[in-house]
Each structure stands twice: as C-alpha cells, then as structure tokens.
C-alpha cells in the first residue's frame, strides 16, 4: 500500500514557476515508478511525466517537454515537478501517480491532487 500526498500547487503568472511536491508513505517508495498526471476542467485526465524507480529514465508529454522537470529523492520518499515558463494552459488539477510496471498506463495509486492556476 502506497499513499501519495501531492503539495506546492497555488496561482501563477504565465511565465512563471512552481515546483509541485509527492510525499509518499511506506518503506518500498524506491520501488516504484512515478508520475505527474493533470486534469483540466472538462477534459480528460492526461499524462505529465513519469520516472523510473532509479531515478535514471524519465518521459514527458510533447506538451512539457523543455518546460517541466521531473526528479526523485528516494531518501525523502518524495518525487518532485518542476514547472517553469508556465501558460494558461497548463492550468488543472496535479496528480501524482505511483505503479512497479506501468506507471504511464494503468497507474495503481493516485494522490488527491494539487490545483495549479496559471494566469495570463
């Protein structure tokens, strides 16, 4: 069992930066592979980024690719979004996602979510 609370979300300007936070409980964190997963209001749930449980593969959406930044810190149990150059568009609610196979597919445990708001 694996429990996920996402944090850093909040209101931006376009252009600017937020760094979103996944705290995860148990003692097999370093087991698993992650992802960053965001919904916006009326569309479906999308892909942000994921990465291995080394820490030494990670995938972006085309949509994020160059703009966001995703790491781990297995010590804190804790995997990390870095968001920079922000647009409007990127606003929605921020999942984080946990799976040992396919994190990007069928993820088996999801954090609450974090609202980003990016204004223009």
């Known amino acids: 069992q694996v429990q996920l609370v996402e944090s850093g979300g909040g209101l931006v300007q376009a252009g600017g930066s937020l760094r979103l936070s996944c705290a995860a409980s148990?003692?097999?964190?370093?087991?698993?592979?992650m992802g960053w997963f965001r919904q916006a209001p009326g569309k479906e749930r999308e892909f942000v980024a994921s990465i291995s449980w080394t820490g030494g593969s990670t995938r972006y959406a085309n949509s994020v690719k160059g703009r966001f930044t995703i790491s781990r810190d297995n010590a804190k149990n804790t995997v990390y979004l870095q968001m920079n150059s922000l647009k409007p568009e990127d606003t929605a609610v921020y999942y984080c996602?946990?799976?040992?196979?396919?994190?990007?597919?069928?993820?088996?445990?999801w954090g609450q979510g974090t609202q980003v708001t990016v204004s223009s």
């Open positions: 148990g003692r097999t964190f370093s087991t698993y592979d």
């Open positions: 996602a946990a799976d040992r196979n396919n994190v990007i597919v069928t993820p088996r445990y």
